[in-house]
């Protein structure tokens, strides 16, 4: 069963028109996950300007972002994100095995000491760790207060986006 319900462009209000042009001039196209947010446009949008700040303005790296990605695509267990993230991770310049073992949750390969960092905290953070006084400061010397932010959104945007494919049975494109 398809359980995405896509809007016919002559039914979409203004508002979902609205949004559906901000998504395509921010990311050059309609992206899966706004299948479902459209039927809350004001949702859609919100998530559209964080969505587009995080893949094309924020402080993270390519790289980063992905590896945020990966650890919580694997948390919730998304096949769909996990699919597309794998291949962009790639992209970003990781190795398969790199990528591979993000997704696996095994120990990540990474050699850059930032994307160490970043990852050990996606990891902690997703796993549900209250950080120490301790931790806290090492993540925030190490990272940066900015990056932290940025990760926690991160984190949560992609929390949205994996649930919103999982529940919604998105299947895999070409699979």
């Known amino acids: 069963m398809n ?19 901000q998504l395509v001039a921010g990311r050059g196209r309609l992206l899966a996950p706004y299948r479902v947010w459209i039927h809350s446009p004001d949702v859609a949008s919100r998530m559209e300007s964080i969505g587009t700040y995080l893949n094309k303005r924020s402080t993270l790296t390519t790289r980063e972002v992905e590896i945020g990605i990966l650890v919580i695509a694997r948390h919730w267990q998304s096949p ?21 073992a993000i997704r696996d949750g095994k120990a990540s390969g990474l050699t850059d000491p930032r994307e160490i960092e970043f990852h050990d905290f996606c990891v902690e953070i997703v796993g549900g760790a209250k950080l ?12 940066g207060r900015d ?3 940025e990760a926690l959104v991160l984190l949560g945007y992609y929390t949205s986006v994996a649930l919103a494919m999982k529940i919604h049975d998105m299947p895999i494109p070409g699979k």
Not at 3 to 21: G, S
Not at 80 to 100: N, P
Request: glycine share 4%.
């Open 132 to 143: 120490s006084d301790e931790r806290f400061a090492h993540f925030a010397a190490a990272l």
């Open 147 to 149: 990056r932290l932010a």
């Open 3 to 21: 359980r995405i319900e896509d809007i016919a462009p002559e039914k979409m209000t203004a508002a979902q028109k609205t949004v559906i042009e």
């Open 80 to 100: 769909y994100v996990i699919d597309a993230h794998v291949k962009l991770g790639m992209e970003a310049g990781m190795t398969r095995e790199q990528v591979e």
